[in-house]
């Protein structure tokens, strides 16, 4: 257990001082760590609906504030190249998410041009069937990515890195939370970057 939590602290202090530098991309992390934790609380009683909120609430603030407001020049603080970073990434690096984000947004016109799915699901009915059908497939999505990047890691590295990074995954909108609820507030004092990462360690 302690080499379980010592790798998780690491994993998320490297997460956070690598791809965290940008007060946008933290307050943008903090909303959707909020959604998220609802999408959470819906998924015992309306999994399609906690999907939906997940995915276009949670996932796209989440990635956005990665893809556009993040730096990704050479990063002075921990003397490491974005090239590098994306190399050493434990989880989904910015091409895999990019990958990700491509399969999320062709799905729902798989479901317009099959509403079956191949087979897999009945029929929808209306514009409010369509989104549940949607929000169905994107749960199945989320569910397989975690799970693919996991076995990956269980090859690529070993088996605690894998379990360790799908824990994290799961907790991070909790962790999020209480890590960035003051990125708002920081950025309506016009801090755009976060002065205290290079100061920051894992406790």
Request: aromatic share 14%; hydrophobic share 50%; glycine share 6%.
């Amino acid at each position: 257990m302690a080499g379980f939590m010592e790798t998780l602290r690491e994993q998320r202090w490297d997460d956070h001082r690598f791809y965290h530098h940008s007060r946008i991309n933290q307050a943008l992390h903090f909303v959707s760590a909020i959604s998220f934790v609802v999408a959470y609380g819906m998924l015992f009683f309306d999994p399609p609906m906690a999907a939906l909120i997940a995915w276009i609430i949670g996932m796209c603030t989440r990635q956005s504030g990665h893809f556009f407001f993040e730096p990704h020049d050479y990063d002075h603080v921990n003397q490491a190249t974005h090239e590098h970073k994306e190399e050493i990434k434990v989880g989904y690096n910015l091409f895999r998410k990019a990958v990700l984000m491509a399969i999320w947004a062709v799905l729902p016109l798989i479901v317009l041009l099959d509403p079956t799915v191949g087979g897999l699901l009945a029929p929808y009915e209306g514009w409010m069937g369509f989104a549940r059908q949607v929000g169905t497939i994107w749960l199945a999505l989320g569910i397989a990515g975690v799970l693919f990047r996991v076995v990956q890691l269980f090859f690529i590295q070993d088996v605690k890195a894998g379990l360790v990074w799908a824990f994290k995954i799961m907790t991070d909108p909790f962790h999020d939370i209480k890590l960035y609820h003051k990125a708002p507030l920081a950025l309506m004092r016009g801090e755009l970057i976060d002065p205290e990462i290079a100061s920051h360690r894992p406790h």
